[in-house]
C-alpha cells in the first residue's frame, strides 16, 4: 500500500515539475503584447494579488485598473460581460493581453507566468484542467469578503506602483485617481 503511495506522490511531483517548466512559456503572450489586468477595486484579496505583481513583476509586464473604473476600456477590448454593470461584473479578475481575454484561473496563472521564477512556478497549475481549476477559483470568489474582508484602506502608492495603473498621468491627481476608485475613496 505505501508504494502505491509513494508512486501516486511521484507522478504528482512529476506533473507539478513538468508543468512548472512548460507552463510558463507557453502562457506568455507574444513579445510586445500589453497587459492590462482588472480586479475589484474593494477586495482586499484583489487588492493582495495586485500588491504581489507589482512587487514582483520587476520587468513591469502588467499594468492595473480597476473593474469599477475601467467598464468603457473593458466593453472596448471584449470583455464587457466582466464590466461593472455586465453580467459576471465583480465575479473575476479579468487580464487583457492584446485580442485576447482571459478570466478567472487562466488570468491569474498567466499574470503568474510572466513574473519571475519562483512566482513564475505557479503557472504549473495550468496542468490542471480549467474546469477544476475555476471551480477553486469561484469558490475563492464566493466567500473573498467574508475571508478577506473588503478594502477601507489602502497602500500609499509610491510613484513606480501609480504608474502601473491605466490612467497614469505622471502628476499626483491623476495618477493616486484609479487606486483611490479601487479602494472606494475620493
Request: hydrophobic share 45%; glycine share 10%.
Amino acid at each position: 500500500m505505501w508504494l502505491l503511495v509513494l508512486l501516486g506522490c511521484v507522478v504528482v511531483l512529476a506533473v507539478f515539475v513538468y508543468g512548472a517548466l512548460t507552463a510558463a512559456p507557453r502562457l506568455e503572450p507574444a513579445p510586445g503584447t500589453e497587459s492590462l489586468l482588472f480586479f475589484d477595486g474593494v477586495c482586499n484579496l484583489c487588492h493582495g494579488f495586485v500588491n504581489f505583481v507589482a512587487n514582483h513583476d520587476d520587468k513591469q509586464h502588467v499594468r492595473f485598473g480597476t473593474i469599477q473604473g475601467h467598464a468603457e476600456l473593458m466593453r472596448s477590448k471584449g470583455a464587457g460581460r466582466y464590466a461593472e454593470g455586465g453580467a459576471e461584473a465583480l465575479s473575476t479578475l479579468v487580464l487583457i493581453q492584446g485580442d485576447d481575454v482571459f478570466v478567472r484561473s487562466d488570468a491569474a496563472l498567466r499574470v503568474a507566468a510572466l513574473l519571475p521564477p519562483p512566482a513564475k512556478y505557479l503557472a504549473a497549475f495550468h496542468v490542471l484542467p480549467a474546469p477544476l481549476r475555476d471551480a477553486g477559483y469561484r469558490l475563492v470568489t464566493k466567500y473573498r469578503y467574508k475571508i478577506f474582508g473588503e478594502a477601507e484602506s489602502r497602500r500609499l502608492p509610491t510613484e513606480r506602483f501609480k504608474s502601473r495603473f491605466i490612467d497614469y498621468e505622471g502628476d499626483e491627481e491623476a495618477a493616486g485617481a484609479s487606486w483611490a476608485a479601487a479602494a472606494g475613496g475620493s
